[in-house]
């Protein structure tokens, strides 16, 4: 139980074109999902917090206008990174709380990783 | 400030040798301390929740346990496979939704 699945596996896009990475809870619900990236030996950094039927909320220092977030049902949420330039080239993983847990644990996708040219 | 240190940042064992990991947090309130293992360009995979001092879980070759100021990850005649990075993270009381923060993780390798 609590799979986390995401889409595409890794990516690879010319500077100034947008991409889309998917994030799904397979066997169960999740109101609440979250967004981080990782950077090569580093650790995981939150970039924002997805709520279902509501705004996302971003961490200090992240362009919500850049990296767009949707929430459009209870299993998806979506990651657009719009303009996407050299830069934006990392590991991106979401994370899933299952609605029917008693506890705060969060599972994670496999992770996609994106090159920008 | 939150913070999540891990030590020692990489491990070495030959199979068959016992081990531990740190972690060492300082949190104005701890709500929950996760352990997970992330292999090679995958995603972080859950291992154990604990949530008060005194605390311990299980599972196969792995132990956790919890004091107010640390985790320790205990890895009993270590196989292989049990290569990875173990990455410790702590959620507080306070902070926004969810926010796990994570240390920088300890690199396994076992060697047959």
């Known amino acids: 139980g609590a799979v986390v699945s995401q889409h595409p596996s890794w990516v690879i896009c010319k500077s100034g074109t947008s991409v889309k990475i998917e994030c799904r809870s397979l066997?169960?619900?999740?109101?609440?999902m979250f967004w981080y990236r990782q950077f090569p030996k580093q650790s995981l950094m939150l970039m924002a917090t997805?709520?279902?039927?509501?705004?996302?909320?971003?961490e200090q220092g992240v362009e919500k206008d850049k990296f767009l977030i949707n929430h459009a049902s209870l299993t998806l949420s979506t990651l657009t990174v719009t303009s996407a330039h050299p830069e934006d080239s990392s590991f991106y993983i979401c994370?899933?709380?299952?609605?029917?847990?008693?506890?705060?644990?969060?599972?994670f996708g496999p992770g996609t990783r994106l090159t920008v040219l | 400030e939150d913070q999540v240190t891990q030590s020692p940042e990489a491990l070495r064992l030959q199979e068959g040798e016992s081990s531990s990991l740190n972690c060492s947090y300082t949190?104005?309130?701890?709500?929950?301390l996760f352990w997970y293992r992330q292999d090679p360009g995958k995603g972080p995979e859950f291992l154990f929740t604990?949530?008060?001092a005194g605390e311990e879980k299980e599972k196969e070759r792995l132990k956790a346990t919890l004091t107010k100021k640390e985790s320790f990850l205990h890895i009993t005649a270590p196989k292989p496979e049990d290569s990875a990075t173990y990455l410790c993270?702590?959620?507080?009381?306070?902070?926004?939704?969810?926010?796990?923060?994570f240390g920088k993780g300890t690199k396994l390798s076992v060697k047959p």
């Open positions: 994370s899933a709380r299952p609605d029917a847990a008693s506890t705060d644990t969060q599972y």
């Open positions: 066997d169960f619900q999740a109101t609440t």
């Open positions: 997805s709520n279902e039927g509501s705004k996302a909320t971003y």
């Open positions: 949190v104005s309130g701890l709500r929950g």
């Open positions: 604990l949530y008060s």
């Open positions: 993270a702590v959620q507080a009381y306070g902070g926004s939704q969810g926010n796990l923060i």
